[in-house]
């Protein structure tokens, strides 16, 4: 059963914006969400996945340095839904980006959305 689907990516130009969002819908998951620290990561063509953003269940916060300022993270535990608001997008912020747990748990991974950010 598929533990979340990503929504909300798209083309955009630099400077723009987009939201992402991240609906748990697997049974475990979906009990446990608003006890659980969700994150979200990013893979690249080419490179590794890394983490984006985290958020705790009560909503503090940790940032990769090259997201910092630009990237909001935020969840909705009522509705078991996590966000990502993009801001100020670059070139280099494309790629297909995911949500999971944090620590991740590998079986959780979904399909992704991609993000691309023209020049």
């Known amino acids: 059963q598929v533990a979340v689907v990503e929504s909300g990516g798209g083309l955009v130009q630099a400077g723009g914006s987009l939201r992402l969002s991240c609906v748990a819908s697997?049974?475990?998951?979906?009990?446990?969400?608003?006890?659980?620290?969700m994150a979200w990561y990013r893979q690249a063509p080419g490179k590794e996945r890394n983490l984006v953003a985290r958020?705790?269940?009560?909503?503090?916060?940790l940032y990769a340095d090259s997201v910092k300022d630009r990237f909001t993270i935020s969840r909705d535990n009522a509705k078991n839904i996590v966000y990502l608001q993009m801001n100020s997008l670059k070139s280099e912020d494309t790629a297909v980006y995911y949500c999971?747990?944090?620590?991740?748990?590998?079986?959780?991974w979904g399909q992704g959305t991609q993000v691309t950010v023209s020049s």
């Open positions: 999971n747990t944090y620590p991740y748990i590998r079986h959780y």
């Open positions: 697997g049974n475990t998951l979906s009990r446990t969400f608003s006890r659980t620290v």
């Open positions: 958020i705790t269940h009560v909503g503090s916060t």
